[in-house]
C-alpha cells in the first residue's frame, strides 16, 4: 500500500528535508582530504541535535551510524570509520537522514574529494544527478512509476559513453516511498523492467505521493555484491560509482523537492517545471 500523505503530513516532511540538506552543506564542507568518514559523521551527528531531529539511519536495520559515507568503487551502505580517510581524487557519496515528528526525510549526494578527479568522474556525476533530476520532473499527476524510471534510464542512455564503455545503471538498489517510515512502498527501479513494474507495482502518481528517487550509475558493471559488514555494497568489477538522492513530494500545486533549501524551484525550471510552494513559507 502507498502511503499518502496530507498537506500538514507534507509540511512535516519538508521540515525534516531541510534537515537533511543542512546536514549535506555541513558534510560537503567537512568532507577534505585527511578527514576520515568518521569525522563525517560526527558533523551529521551535531547537526541534528541542533535542529532537535532524530537519525533514521543509526539503529536501522542495525546500521551503526547516522550517515552512509560509500568511497569511490562503494556504491552504497557505506559504514564510517576512522580509518577511512579521505584524499586528493576519492569521491564521496554521503547518504543522510533525518525525522522530525515521526516523519522522514532522505537524501544523498555525490562529492569530490580534493583536487584530480578524472574528467570521466566529473561527467560520472553529472551524468547520475542529472538523471535524478529527470526523474524528479517526471513526477507529475497522471503519470505512473514506470515513467519516473523511464524518465531516468533515458537519461543516462542518451548520454555520451563513457571510456569504460557504458554506465553501470545499478539493478539490486534504486528509490522508494517515504514518509511515515523511511522506506515504504513503492519500489522505484532506475530502469524500465515491464516485468517487474505491472499492477501494484506502477502505481499512478497522485497529489500525497512522496518519493525518495535516488539513481546510482557507475563507470562499469550494474552488479553490485555486499561485504562481510553486511552493509557496505560495492560494484563486482571495482569501477567507481556515483549516487544522488533527493525526496519529492507531488502536491495539487505540483511537486517539491522536500530535501533542498529551495525546493528544487531552481533546477526544475530548467526542465518546465513549476514547484509547489514551501508549505513553510
Same mark, same amino acid.
Given at each position: 500500500?502507498?502511503?499518502?500523505?496530507?498537506?500538514?503530513?507534507?509540511?512535516?516532511?519538508?521540515?525534516?528535508?531541510?534537515?537533511?540538506?543542512?546536514?549535506?552543506?555541513?558534510?560537503?564542507?567537512?568532507?577534505?582530504?585527511?578527514? #576520515?568518514? +568518521?569525522?563525517?559523521?560526527?558533523?551529521?551527528?551535531? %547537526? &541534528?541535535?541542533?535542529?532537535?531531529?532524530?537519525?533514521?539511519? *543509526?539503529?536501522?536495520?542495525?546500521?551503526?551510524?547516522? /550517515?552512509?559515507?560509500?568511497?569511490? !568503487?562503494?556504491?552504497?551502505?557505506? /559504514?564510517?570509520?576512522?580509518? #577511512? =580517510?579521505?584524499?586528493?581524487?576519492?569521491?564521496?557519496? &554521503?547518504?543522510?537522514?533525518?525525522?522530525?515528528? $515521526?516523519?522522514?526525510?532522505?537524501?544523498?549526494?555525490?562529492?569530490?574529494?580534493? $583536487?584530480?578527479?578524472?574528467?570521466?568522474? %566529473?561527467?560520472?556525476?553529472? %551524468?547520475?544527478?542529472?538523471?535524478?533530476?529527470? $526523474?524528479?520532473?517526471?513526477?507529475?499527476?497522471?503519470?505512473?512509476?514506470?515513467? =519516473?524510471?523511464?524518465?531516468?534510464?533515458?537519461?543516462?542512455?542518451?548520454?555520451?559513453?563513457? @571510456?569504460?564503455? +557504458?554506465?553501470?545503471?545499478?539493478?539490486?538498489?534504486?528509490?522508494?516511498?517515504?514518509?511515515?517510515?523511511?522506506?515504504?512502498?513503492?519500489?522505484?527501479?532506475?530502469?524500465?523492467?515491464?516485468?517487474?513494474?505491472?499492477?501494484?507495482?506502477?502505481?499512478?502518481?497522485?497529489?500525497?505521493?512522496? *518519493?525518495? /528517487? !535516488?539513481?546510482?550509475?557507475?563507470?562499469?558493471?550494474?552488479?553490485?555484491?555486499?561485504?562481510?559488514?553486511?552493509? #557496505?555494497?560495492?560494484? #563486482?568489477?571495482? @569501477?567507481?560509482? @556515483?549516487?544522488?538522492?533527493?525526496?519529492?513530494?507531488?502536491?495539487?500545486?505540483?511537486?517539491? %523537492?522536500?530535501?533542498?533549501?529551495?525546493?528544487?524551484?531552481?533546477?526544475?525550471?530548467?526542465?518546465?517545471?513549476?514547484?509547489?510552494?514551501?508549505?513553510?513559507?
Amino acid at each position: 500500500m502507498v502511503e499518502i500523505k496530507t498537506p500538514e503530513q507534507i509540511a512535516k516532511m519538508r521540515e525534516a528535508g531541510l534537515v537533511v540538506a543542512a546536514i549535506h552543506a555541513a558534510t560537503r564542507e567537512a568532507a577534505v582530504p585527511g578527514s #576520515t568518514t +568518521k569525522d563525517l559523521d560526527e558533523v551529521a551527528r551535531k %547537526v &541534528i541535535a541542533e535542529h532537535g531531529a532524530k537519525s533514521n539511519f *543509526l539503529g536501522y536495520g542495525g546500521f551503526p551510524a547516522t /550517515i552512509c559515507t560509500s568511497v569511490n !568503487e562503494v556504491v552504497v551502505h557505506g /559504514i564510517p570509520d576512522d580509518k #577511512t =580517510v579521505l584524499k586528493d581524487g576519492d569521491i564521496i557519496s &554521503i547518504d543522510a537522514g533525518a525525522i522530525i515528528d $515521526g516523519w522522514h526525510g532522505d537524501a544523498a549526494y555525490t562529492a569530490f574529494v580534493g $583536487g584530480g578527479h578524472a574528467p570521466e568522474l %566529473v561527467e560520472l556525476s553529472r %551524468v547520475t544527478e542529472e538523471s535524478m533530476w529527470a $526523474g524528479i520532473a517526471a513526477v507529475k499527476k497522471g503519470n505512473k512509476l514506470i515513467d =519516473v524510471s523511464r524518465a531516468i534510464e533515458s537519461y543516462i542512455r542518451r548520454q555520451p559513453r563513457p @571510456s569504460t564503455g +557504458k554506465y553501470g545503471i545499478v539493478e539490486d538498489y534504486g528509490g522508494h516511498g517515504i514518509g511515515s517510515e523511511m522506506h515504504m512502498d513503492p519500489h522505484l527501479l532506475n530502469y524500465v523492467d515491464k516485468r517487474r513494474m505491472l499492477g501494484r507495482h506502477n502505481p499512478k502518481l497522485i497529489p500525497g505521493f512522496c *518519493l525518495a /528517487i !535516488e539513481p546510482m550509475v557507475s563507470l562499469g558493471t550494474p552488479r553490485t555484491e555486499v561485504l562481510e559488514d553486511d552493509w #557496505t555494497v560495492i560494484t #563486482t568489477d571495482g @569501477s567507481w560509482s @556515483s549516487h544522488w538522492e533527493h525526496s519529492v513530494a507531488l502536491t495539487e500545486n505540483g511537486p517539491l %523537492v522536500l530535501t533542498m533549501p529551495d525546493g528544487g524551484k531552481a533546477k526544475l525550471a530548467e526542465y518546465g517545471v513549476t514547484t509547489a510552494p514551501d508549505p513553510l513559507g
